[in-house]
């Protein structure tokens, strides 16, 4: 069921997404060669409770398995849903992140994919297509058009730049719970799908491979691995549909305060604002 929110519900959701933001501004500044996931994780912890919040994957259950920590880190060929644990990031990693905070029992949800130390031209061009696309889909997050419209945006700009679309996993509705209806695929046809209403908030996230789409899921339960090997990304905002143009809630400028991002922003403009 899809449950359309007041502007209250929506002023509780932008104040989850800033407590993602500023919890991810903190891991940045300890994002570098050296590093471990499980180093990350703890700071996450701890700047999410201290902040009246609760992490919201921790103990997130689906099946027999429960995520045991606060953030997912996916490091290289990893592409969403990676347990933190004592890995030493290293130069040329790329390391997409997933926070989730509870905050008076509203929801944020976002990730962005960081490049530790200098990464090379294909993994630039990766991070820099993966985001655009991303703006791409929030673009056609207005009031009238379809989930598809949004899926086949995010779809059409990965692959006519010669990178694929991980379909084994998609974005979703988010409020008091983590992940509603309706599910938003990153792959689609424009027109099909459930018809957007204004007050609708969505989770955009596209999953994408320098290789194959096809992924394994490794034996803790949780990691999502490119099947081939190689790298993906991954980046995540949370937006309210409108009649005229999507209002996004997350806020990547937390995060790009703090780091230069792995992609070139010259090309698209975010409309978020703070
Ligand atoms: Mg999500
Ligand atoms: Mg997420």
Redesign the pocket.
């Known amino acids: 069921m899809v449950h359309l929110k007041s502007q209250r519900e929506i002023g509780r959701l932008r104040e989850s997404a800033d407590l993602v933001g500023r919890t991810l501004a903190e891991v940045a500044r300890h994002i570098e060669r050296g590093t471990t996931l499980q180093e990350l994780d703890a700071i996450a912890e701890d700047y999410i409770r201290t902040h009246g919040a609760e992490p919201a994957f921790k103990g997130y259950q689906v099946g027999d398995n429960v995520f045991p920590n606060t953030l997912c880190t996916s490091v290289n060929d990893a592409v969403v849903h990676g347990i933190p644990n004592d890995y030493a990031l290293q130069d040329g990693d790329l390391l997409s992140i997933?926070c989730?905070a509870k905050l008076n029992g509203y929801y944020g949800?976002?990730?962005y994919t960081f490049a530790v130390g200098s990464i090379d031209d294909e993994d630039a061009a990766l991070c820099r297509t993966t985001y655009e696309s991303l703006l791409e889909g929030i673009d056609q997050a207005v009031a009238g058009h379809r989930v598809g419209d949004i899926s086949n945006a995010v779809q059409s700009y990965c692959e006519e730049r010669g990178f694929s679309v991980v379909r084994d996993l998609v974005?979703?509705g988010?409020g008091r719970s983590?992940?509603e209806d309706p599910q938003v695929p990153n792959f689609g046809k424009p027109g099909q799908g459930r018809r957007l209403k204004p007050g609708l908030t969505i989770?955009i996230?596209p999953m994408i491979n320098r290789g194959t789409a096809q992924v394994n899921t490794a034996s803790d339960g949780w990691t999502v691995r490119a099947a081939d090997g190689l790298p993906s990304a991954h980046y995540?905002h949370m937006v309210v549909v409108r009649d005229e143009e999507a209002e996004v809630l997350s806020d990547f400028g937390y995060i790009e305060d703090v780091i230069d991002p792995p992609y070139e922003t010259d090309v698209l403009t975010e409309t978020t604002t703070r």
């Open positions: 997933d989730g949800d976002w990730g974005g979703h988010i983590l992940h989770c996230e995540e």
